[in-house]
T-cell receptor, first 112, second 116 residues
Framework: DQQVKQNSPSLSVQEGRISILNCDYTNSMFDYFLWYKKYPAEGPTFLIS?????DKNEDGRFTVFLNKSAKHLSLHIVPSQPGDSAVYFCAASVDSSYKLIFGSGTRLLVRP | GAVVSQHPSRVICKSGTSVKIECRSLDFQATTMFWYRQFPKQSLMLMAT?????????EQGVEKDKFLINHASLTLSTLTVTSAHPEDSSFYICSARGLTSTDTQYFGPGTRLTVL
């Protein structure tokens, strides 16, 4: 049973436009959420995180929104750049266990 | 930011041999390190959690006798795949969490294991 789901395996957007990547979770005990970016044959790179006590966190072009009632979070990238093309994973953790549960990833392609 | 290295980046071995993968936190002390594996076009699956100086905690379905984990210091954890078989071929990634950091884990670049 997947506790963290990314239902869109891929997303294609035009350079300069907004990219919206979505993530749903089922475990209401999750209290920390993260987004990672990953290139092929490399380890994931941390992008941005959000605690369950917040509903929004912004860092430059990246904004993460958390809707606890819907158990849904999203990553907004504005403006999108070709260098943003990668696989994006959302991840969640429970309490102080620090174990990350990953979604299956969404491959983002930003077209020049 | 925090840097985590892995060695080797790629290894090819014969079936039945053992392979050791090292994970190092270069500029911080890691109380906890995690080992993941990723199959092609799939998510990262947590294999085990290791805390410095104690036994690793393995996830359900991961054979602890096959995947030996040692976390002997605050900057080094090793994963040994014993008696490797072709089905063990995968991309193995470690991550580390520092002493005073938040829940952020920093990942190594990964090790591609191919068992012939």
């Amino acid at each position: 049973d997947q506790q963290v789901k990314q239902n869109s395996p891929s997303l294609s957007v035009q350079e300069g436009r907004i990219s919206i990547l979505n993530c749903d979770y089922t475990n209401s005990m999750f209290d920390y959420f993260l987004w990672y970016k990953k290139y092929p044959a490399e380890g994931p790179t941390f992008l941005i995180s959000i605690s369950s006590i917040k509903d929004k966190n912004e860092d430059g072009r990246f904004t993460v929104f958390l809707n606890k009632s819907a158990k849904h979070l999203s990553l907004h990238i504005v403006p999108s750049q070709p260098g943003d093309s990668a696989v994006y994973f959302c991840a969640a953790s429970v309490d102080s266990s620090y174990k990350l549960i990953f979604g299956s990833g969404t491959r983002l392609l930003v077209r020049p | 930011g925090a840097v985590v290295s892995q060695h080797p980046s790629r290894v090819i071995c014969k079936s039945g041999t053992s392979v050791k993968i090292e994970c190092r936190s270069l500029d911080f002390q890691a109380t906890t390190m995690f080992w993941y594996r990723q199959f092609p076009k799939q998510s990262l699956m947590l294999m085990a959690t290791s805390n410095e100086g104690s036994k690793a905690t393995y996830e359900q379905g991961v054979e602890k006798d096959k995947f030996l984990i040692n976390h002997a210091s605050l900057t080094l954890s090793t994963l040994t795949v014993t008696s490797a078989h072709p089905e063990d071929s995968s991309f193995y990634i470690c991550s580390a969490r520092g002493l005073t950091s938040t829940d952020t884990q920093y990942f190594g670049p990964g090790t591609r294991l191919t068992v012939l």
